[in-house]
Each structure stands twice: as C-alpha cells, then as structure tokens.
C-alpha cells in the first residue's frame, strides 16, 4: 500500500511540476511580444530620429522632425500595442476570416466580398490629397517597421493570438487603412435594416399600427408611404430570416446596435470660466481591448491628442490647440435596398428603365480553414452590388424572379473621407473645419466644432439626392428599374444641416433628429433617440453657465426620463389599490415591486434594484402587447421602443387596440396586460436570481461586456482576456449602456461610451479623457485594463498637449533612429 502511495505522489507531484513548466512556457512565449517602451531601435523608413513618449497612461505622444516621420511613429506605437486588432480589422475587411476561423465566418465574408469594401477603399487610395498619401504611407512603413523587429527578434509573433492563428502576415497597405474606415461605415449603417424590417412588419400591420411600432421620429416632415404589399405582392405575412453574419470583431452589426454617441458644447457666454467647452462620447460594441487607443501626434501645424481607431492615422475625436471636436452618427440615409427584377429569359439580366442588361459579375474564392475553397459570383446592377436573400433578412421581402441590390454611399471609389479628417487636424477654426470636411463621404456624422471663440454643429458625408417623386422615398425596398427611385447624386454640402454660434449659447446632440425639412432634404426619417435628448436639455437648462465638471456629470448621468414617463403611466391603475396582500404570496410581491417603483426617481444605478423591475417589466409588457399581432416578427423587436408604449398608453390614434389579445374571447385592457406583464416579469426575476427583491442590484444583471472578439467564449482564456464590470446606466440614459436585448441575459451592457473625452478651452490643458479598457492589446499587459476601473467609475485622465507632462510622467520613451 505503501509503494502504491509513494508512487501516487511521485506521478502527481510531476504532473503538477510537467504543468507548472508548461504554464513557463507559454508564458515565456505569449510575454515576448510584451512591447518594451524604454528602447532604442534603428528603422528604416525615417528621415530623422523620432520620439514616442509614453505618459503614465501608456497614451503615446509622437515627435519628429516632418508629419511623415510622425505619422510612422503612429504607425508603430499602433502595431506596438494592436496588432493582433490591426489584423483582424483589415482581414473582416478583405473578406478574409476564414482563412483563420473556418466555416463559422463563411457568411461574413461573403457578405464583404459582396460589398466589396477592399476593392473600393484600393480605388480611393488614389484620389487622396498629397499630405494624406504621404501620411498613409509613412504610417504604413511604421507598421511594417515594427512587423520587420517582431520577425528579426523573434518578438513572440507581436501578439499572443498568433501562436494560435498563425497564418502569415502581409505588409500594412494604405488601402488597408481606408478599408477599416469602410468597415466602420458599416458598422454604422443601419437604413438596410430598417427598411427590411419596416416592409416585413407591413405585410403584417396596417399603416396607422405600423407607425405604432415603428414610430416616426418626432417633429414635422414626415410623409405617408404606400404598402409594401403594393410594391411586392403576394409574399406571405410571416416568413423566416436567415441568422446574420457572424462577425467575430463587429458582433452589433444589427439594427439595435448601429452606432450611437452624445456631443455637447457651450460657448463663452455659457461657460464659467469663460472659453468654450465640448464633450463628446462616441459609442459602439464594447470589445477588449476597446476599439479606441489614446494618442498624441505633434504636426507641423500643432499638437494633435484625441482618439485614434488602431489601422487608421488619423485623430478622429480630439482637439488641438485652438480647435474642438467630436462626433455623433447622423443616421442620414445614406442606403436604399433596389428590388431588381430578373429576366424570364435569361437570369443573368435585370431590369433597368432602358431595358434588360446583363449584371456586371466576378469570380471571387474564399479559403476556408479545414474545408474546401468555396466561389462565389459577384454581381453589380447600375444602383449597386447584389446581396443574397441569405442576408439582413433579404430574402422573406422578394419573390421568385427578384434580387435585391443596395445603393450606399460608402461604397463610393474615389472616397476622399480620410484627406477630409487629416485636413480637420490641421484646422484652427470651426470655419476652417467645416471647410475641411466637405470632402467628407462616409460614414454621415454629426460634427460638433469648438473654437476658442465659438461652437458649431455639421452634418458632414454624402447624403443621397433624391427624386421627389421617389416611390417610397427611401423608407422601403424600391423597384431598380423606375427611374424616379434611382440616385441623383448627392445633396450639396450647404445643405447638409449647420448650425453656427447658437443663440442660447449651447449645442448638442444625442443621435435626435436635426432637421425637419421634408422630403427630399429632410435627410432621414429614422433616428435611435427621442429620449436622451429630453434628459440633455433639461440638464443643460438647469444651469446658467456650465464648467467641466458639469459636462463631465451630464456624460455620466444615469437618471432615465424614459423610466419615470413610462412607469407612470403603464403603473397608474396599479399603484396603491386594494388592502396589503400575504406574504409569500404573488400578489404580495407584486405590490412590493410596486412599492420600489413608486418611490423611484428613475436612476439606473448599479446597486439599486429598481431598473432591474423597470427593465425587466417592460421588456416583459412589449413582448405581451406585440406578439399576438407580429408572430414571429416579435423577435426582430428585441429592445423596448419608449414611443410605442408611450403611444399604446396614451391610446394615441387607437394604439390601446394593441392591449387585446386578437386570439382571445374577452377583450384586455392596458391595465389587465400591465398586470400580467409585471407578474412575468417577478418569475423571471425569482428563476434567474432567487433572491429578495431589495436584494437585487441593476449591475449583476447590467454588466459591461469588454470581451475579447476571438478568444471571449474560450474556457479557460476568457478568464484572462475577457473585462467584466458592474455599470450604471441603460438604453436611455446620457451613460449610455445599451443591453444586448436576447438571450438568457439579455441586460448585458454590450454597447456603450468606449471613448469619453471633455475639452475646456479656458485651459485646455485641464481637458480631460478616457477608454474603457487599456492602452494595449496583450492580455499580458498592466496596460490592458488600468484605465476599464477609471472608466466605470466615471474617472477620466489627462489631455494635455505640454510636452514636458508627457516627459514627467512617462512610462518609457522609445527613440526610433533612420536604419
């Protein structure tokens, strides 16, 4: 027994040694591409010595001796700490995912292929101004300067994801840089979507309960449009939508999740301290590490700092000296889906107002890891590439005889959108950057300017000019071959939406709509916000002069306007009626959630339970008020719309209609539905957490999901790649923490403020920043997630462009000498 026992502890003794050496190993091997910030390396593509100084934030401040060595500087501090991200964006932007993932990223790639976003962004690579090809160029030498050590020092392949997807890595392009910026404009393009779901949804509803569900955005401007069942007969009411795309590093390619941000300024007049002030938080998918990176670029025109997206060299929110800037999507239309109908005859033709033409068709082959080559025709109709029914739904919105096909304007070959932001660096007015930016394509954005005298808002990208007589003016799939619906161009930039030096002294905006021009000029019908906007105006016009720290509360408020107009009205035949019910009863916990609600001020704070009730309630009343009517289609609607409740509560144009359930004998009331709803919601909330209701806190269930977009689901490597925080906030608050909406949790804080920057230019040294996670990309790193805690607790680092704070508190200082 004895021998069996010594032998026993030898055999586990090595395994735990054999374990213990591999754990080394790995180790040893993932921390060699660990980038040493403190050295002196010789390059080649420099004209003279270059500085990266790293502040105590690992935030990179770049000097040289031209715009072009500053520019590589750029380039290699990216590739430094986000190569593995680099790489990834560009392959989702080559269609090339899965040479690397295999069959789960097929359609993803297809589906790019299709658009072809590399091919176009090649083609604009030729219509950049001079500075910027220099630019593009220098920064793609600082990348393969850095790629060139990694390979001649055996730096750990510069990212410990390679060790796993080892596939070769091609030099940096500049096609590869304006291709990430055409990957982003997807990633914010939502109107393909919304129109897909807008003609499934007729087919069900008719036109007043359409615009229930649907609601239009608040204001003047808005025109009928005719019943897609006209435009396509005979497709059937309910009709099953292929899955989307997989994405493994832009998983919100959906309608819910296509973009959003806040930005705000003041002028003088309104500001404390008399300079002006901007705030500017952009959102998107939270991912780890975050898809912003902090930098400093030191031009031959002035100090740049801002938020750079790793890939392009460019500050795309930021500001210089003298000048401010921030961004929020615009969501003009900009995409309009073509019913293109086939020739009986010959298939290989379609439609056009001169007659059938053959499509313009071309091969393309995707490898496909562990599995065959898989070739796929490309076509091209006159309005634009052909996408199959496989896609967005296409395919439940056509007949037999039909494709579809999409006009956008980011898929434009001569886009000169990243002339238009290296032009906005080098500006010193919000005149200057207004003129800067009118070459500007893509993705439309809403640009907010701070001078150090005065504010502006533009709506900068090409905006489709269309037909007055267009049939559904953009807002459904239209027939390709009717000349009326086609393009005409686009709007002249005058007309794209400006407002300079505002009267009240104070501009802003929450993606709300901008313009109440009518149609054709009325730049979109669809916009994600009417309820951030009410929240932002009354905390604006609480305060007679605002500082940086009243901007800097107002991005973190968490108080939802959304929650207490709601809750007033779905609860009002609910609170306070009837005597006090057992306990342990379902009445009794009813009432108490009710109690909790009453007394709330509609803060959706992480440690109170009450926006877990109120979320978990309405979710729970729109799938009741919805799915009797839309069936199936009650999927697609996977985020409570404010508006429709708001306008079934009110019985705005009969809209309490929907309370009744159409199946049952007795007729519902809005008061029976919000009842029910709210006992469904108390069993999910008992069979998911099991505990008291003022127990429950809004951030076990809100948590903000910086995964890591390849490895997050891997056992084992998520724990060391994935961030996982308690967060405040909701779909509808100024914090914005937008909740993914399925699944068995579906609260979590997936999309949200990655960047949060607030200028102050009475002192714009004192302007302050910050990303939700790290600087770096190696999971290895102390820089991988320092800034996420700051993040969450609504802390913020400094934005100063002294070279000598930068020197005080650096980290490392790279010097990079002409090899």
């Known amino acids: 027994m004895a021998f069996v026992f010594r032998w026993l502890l030898r055999l586990t003794t090595g395994l735990l040694v054999l374990a213990f050496l591999a754990f080394l190993l790995i180790y040893y091997f993932a921390s060699r591409s660990l980038p040493d910030y403190n050295a002196d390396h010789q390059v080649a593509g420099l004209s003279a010595p270059l500085e990266i100084v790293r502040d105590n934030a690992n935030v990179p401040h770049i000097f040289g001796e031209t715009d072009s060595d500053v520019f590589f500087g750029l380039g290699y501090a990216h590739a430094q700490d986000r190569l593995w991200q680099m790489m990834m964006l560009r392959r989702t932007a080559q269609g090339r995912l899965s040479e690397l993932f295999g069959e789960r990223t097929l359609n993803i790639d297809k589906l790019i292929r299709r658009l072809d976003l590399y091919g176009v962004a090649r083609q604009s690579v030729e219509v950049q101004d001079e500075r910027t090809m220099a630019a593009l160029k220098a920064y793609a030498a600082g990348v393969n300067a850095r790629m060139t050590?990694?390979?001649?020092?055996?730096?750990?392949?510069?990212?410990?994801?390679?060790?796993?997807?080892?596939?070769?890595?091609?030099?940096?392009?500049?096609?590869?840089?304006?291709?990430?910026?055409?990957?982003?404009?997807?990633?914010?393009?939502?109107?393909?979507?919304?129109?897909?779901?807008?003609?499934?949804?007729?087919?069900?509803?008719?036109?007043?309960?359409?615009?229930?569900?649907?609601?239009?955005?608040?204001?003047?401007?808005?025109?009928?449009?005719?019943?897609?069942?006209?435009i396509m007969p005979g497709l059937p009411q309910y009709s099953e939508a292929a899955d989307q795309p997989f994405d493994p590093l832009s998983p919100f390619l959906a309608r819910p999740f296509a973009g959003a941000s806040n930005v705000w300024a003041a002028d003088p007049s309104r500001a404390a301290a008399g300079g002006t002030l901007l705030a500017n938080d952009p959102h998107l998918g939270f991912t780890a590490p975050a898809i912003w990176y902090l930098a400093r670029v030191e031009l031959e025109a002035g100090g740049v700092i801002g938020g750079t997206i790793p890939g392009v060299p460019v500050i795309l929110v930021g500001r210089t000296k003298n000048l401010g800037w921030g961004l929020t999507t615009a969501y003009a239309d900009d995409q309009d889906v073509y019913l293109e109908e086939l020739?009986?005859?010959?298939?290989?033709?379609?439609?056009?107002?001169?007659?059938?033409?053959?499509?313009?068709?071309?091969?393309?082959?995707?490898?496909?890891?562990?599995?065959?080559?898989?070739?796929?025709?490309?076509?091209?109709?006159?309005?634009?590439?052909?996408?199959?029914?496989?896609?967005?739904?296409?395919?439940?919105?056509?007949?037999?005889?039909?494709?579809?096909?999409?006009?956008?304007?980011?898929?434009?070959?001569?886009?000169?959108?990243?002339?238009?932001?290296?032009?906005?660096?080098?500006?010193?007015?919000?005149?200057?950057?207004?003129?800067?930016?009118?070459?500007?394509?893509?993705?439309?954005?809403?640009?907010?300017?701070?001078?150090?005298?005065?504010?502006?808002?533009?709506?900068?990208?090409?905006?489709?000019?269309?037909?007055?007589?267009?049939?559904?003016?953009?807002?459904?799939?239209?027939?390709?071959?009717?000349?009326t619906n086609r393009w005409q161009g686009r709007l002249d930039y005058s007309l794209n939406p400006e407002v300079i030096a505002p009267d009240g002294g104070i501009l802003g905006n929450t993606n709300n709509k901008v313009t109440d021009r009518p149609f054709p000029e009325h730049v979109s019908f669809f916009y994600p916000d009417s309820q951030r906007i009410l929240r932002w105006r009354k905390l604006m016009q609480d305060r007679k002069v605002h500082t940086r720290e009243s901007f800097i509360e107002a991005q973190l408020d968490t108080v939802s306007n959304t929650a207490v107009t709601l809750l007033s009205l779905v609860g009002a035949d609910l609170w306070f009626t009837g005597e006090a019910a057992p306990d342990g009863t379902p009445e009794r916990r009813r009432q108490d959630a009710l109690a909790l609600l009453g007394n709330w001020n509609g803060e959706m704070n992480e440690h109170m339970?009450?926006?877990?009730?109120?979320?978990?309630?309405?979710?729970?009343?729109?799938?009741?008020?919805?799915?009797?009517?839309?069936?199936?289609?009650?999927?697609?609607?996977?985020?409570?719309?404010?508006?429709?409740?708001?306008?079934?509560?009110?019985?705005?144009?009969?809209?309490?209609?929907?309370?009744?359930?159409?199946?049952?004998?007795?007729?519902?009331?809005?008061?029976?539905?919000?009842?029910?709803?709210?006992?469904?919601?108390?069993?999910?909330?008992?069979?998911?957490?099991?505990?008291?209701?003022?127990?429950?806190?809004?951030?076990?269930?809100?948590?903000?999901?910086?995964?890591?977009?390849?490895?997050?689901?891997?056992?084992?490597?998520?724990?060391?790649?994935?961030?996982?925080?308690?967060?405040?906030?909701?779909?509808?608050?100024?914090?914005?923490?937008?909740?993914?909406?399925?699944?068995?949790?579906?609260?979590?804080?997936?999309?949200?403020?990655?960047?949060?920057?607030?200028?102050?230019?009475?002192?714009?040294?004192?302007?302050?920043?910050?990303?939700?996670?790290?600087?770096?990309?190696?999971?290895?790193?102390?820089?991988?997630?320092?800034?996420?805690?700051?993040?969450?607790?609504?802390?913020?680092?400094?934005?100063?462009?002294?070279p000598d704070l930068a020197r005080a508190a650096a980290v490392g200082v790279t010097v990079l000498t002409p090899r």
Not at 388 to 401: A, V
Not at 436 to 450: E, F, G, H, R, S
Not at 623 to 633: K, S, Y
Not at 759 to 780: E, K, M, R
């Open 149 to 230: 050590q990694v390979n001649e020092q055996a730096l750990g392949r510069g990212a410990p994801e390679f060790f796993l997807f080892s596939n070769q890595i091609a030099p940096w392009q500049p096609a590869d840089s304006i291709a990430i910026i055409k990957l982003m404009s997807l990633q914010l393009s939502a109107h393909l979507e919304e129109e897909v779901l807008r003609a499934r949804t007729s087919l069900i509803l008719p036109q007043e309960r359409l615009l229930d569900i649907l609601p239009d955005a608040p204001g003047d401007g808005i025109a009928a449009m005719p019943s897609y069942s006209s």
């Open 343 to 483: 020739n009986p005859t010959s298939p290989n033709e379609y439609r056009t107002p001169d007659g059938f033409k053959p499509f313009r068709t071309r091969p393309s082959i995707i490898n496909v890891k562990d599995a065959d080559q898989v070739t796929i025709d490309l076509r091209w109709t006159e309005n634009g590439p052909v996408l199959p029914g496989s896609h967005y739904g296409l395919g439940t919105i056509i007949r037999q005889g039909y494709v579809t096909s999409l006009a956008w304007t980011a898929l434009s070959p001569a886009d000169t959108s990243l002339s238009a932001g290296m032009a906005l660096m080098r500006s010193n007015s919000i005149i200057e950057g207004m003129e800067a930016t009118k070459d500007y394509i893509a993705p439309v954005q809403n640009l907010v300017l701070a001078d150090q005298n005065s504010i502006a808002l533009k709506t900068i990208g090409a905006i489709p000019k269309r037909n007055p007589l267009h049939q559904t003016q953009g807002r459904l799939p239209s027939p390709g071959w009717v000349v």
């Open 609 to 802: 339970p009450e926006p877990l009730l109120y979320a978990a309630w309405l979710r729970a009343l729109q799938d009741r008020l919805i799915q009797d009517e839309l069936g199936p289609l009650t999927r697609e609607f996977t985020h409570v719309e404010p508006l429709f409740i708001e306008r079934v509560y009110r019985d705005v144009d009969g809209a309490a209609v929907w309370c009744d359930v159409v199946q049952s004998s007795p007729i519902e009331t809005c008061a029976e539905m919000a009842q029910l709803a709210l006992d469904d919601a108390l069993v999910w909330i008992d069979e998911t957490y099991g505990t008291t209701l003022e127990s429950l806190r809004w951030g076990n269930a809100h948590e903000a999901t910086h995964d890591h977009p390849v490895l997050g689901d891997t056992p084992g490597l998520s724990w060391f790649v994935n961030i996982r925080q308690s967060t405040s906030g909701g779909d509808n608050t100024l914090l914005r923490g937008r909740t993914i909406g399925t699944g068995p949790d579906p609260f979590l804080n997936v999309h949200g403020a990655a960047f949060r920057g607030v200028y102050d230019f009475a002192d714009p040294d004192s302007s302050v920043f910050i990303i939700s996670t790290g600087q770096s990309g190696h999971p290895l790193s102390r820089y991988y997630d320092d800034l996420g805690q700051l993040w969450r607790r609504g802390e913020y680092i400094p934005m100063s462009l002294d």
